[in-house]
């Protein structure tokens, strides 16, 4: 199985663009193996489609243009004085190709960037253009983004688990405290609950014969 995926990933794009209804090209190998039509990979064109089908050993299927358009080669541009610092761009890019922070200046790291056209949507200001490169520049950048790819997937989950993480003790703390709260003002006579419990393990102790029953006895009294 993970053979085959490596094989359907290997004649992807690599453009992780999201296009076929899958986050990336990884992700859609899994899916055509979980039975996804093998079609839907536009950017990839025809061939990739017919170089599918040959893995799979079946029938060609003709490219569903639906999940089109294609992409050209192409890298994303941040025109930077325009950029408000809203960080929507950074949260799309499936490789992780922009720098930035929240109400600081992005720019896009050309060596990471596919060109896949996902940031351009969330930006609110129009600031990202794309810039024509050529299909050989295009394919060494493309050639990596599986690695990106995965490595921008394991730092959101991550971030999600410490998310998760942090609310859970939130949660936790904020219902240690409601419990202590009713603790302490509980009408509990202490003392008597303390003499209780010590009666208690005294006779589990004689039940287990380990302490002389006369002794248990004279402890009792001096509770």
């Known amino acids: 199985m993970s053979n085959l995926i ?7 794009p690599q453009y992780q663009c999201g296009r076929c209804e899958t986050p990336g090209c990884r992700p859609y190998a899994e899916e055509i ?44 541009y941040i025109i930077e004085e325009d950029c408000i610092g809203c960080a929507k761009c950074i949260d799309a890019c499936p490789v992780d190709a922009i720098n930035g922070a929240a109400n600081l200046m992005h720019n896009v790291i050309y060596d990471l960037c596919t060109g896949c056209e996902l940031c351009i949507d ?16 295009s394919l060494k950048i493309r050639k990596n983004s599986d690695h990106f790819f995965q490595l921008k997937n394991e730092l959101v989950q991550r971030k999600n688990k410490k998310t998760k993480l942090n609310k859970s003790i939130s949660e936790n703390l904020d219902l ?25 393990m005294l006779n589990s102790q004689k039940a287990e014969k380990y302490i002389n029953p006369s002794d248990i006895e004279n402890l009792k009294k001096q509770l």
Do not use: M, W
């Open 6 to 12: 490596e094989l359907i990933n290997a004649e992807l």
């Open 33 to 76: 193996l979980n039975g996804s039509p093998h079609n839907r990979c536009v950017p990839g064109g025809q061939d990739t489609a017919d170089k599918i089908s040959k893995i799979l050993n079946t029938k060609p299927l003709l490219l569903n243009h639906d999940y089109g358009p294609k992409i050209q080669s192409q890298v994303a």
């Open 122 to 137: 969330p930006c609110p200001v129009d600031c990202i253009e794309l810039i024509e490169v050529s299909e050989e520049e």
């Open 176 to 200: 240690a405290k409601s419990i202590n709260k009713k603790l302490n003002n509980r009408n509990v006579d202490k003392e008597k609950s303390i003499k209780k419990l010590q009666t208690e």
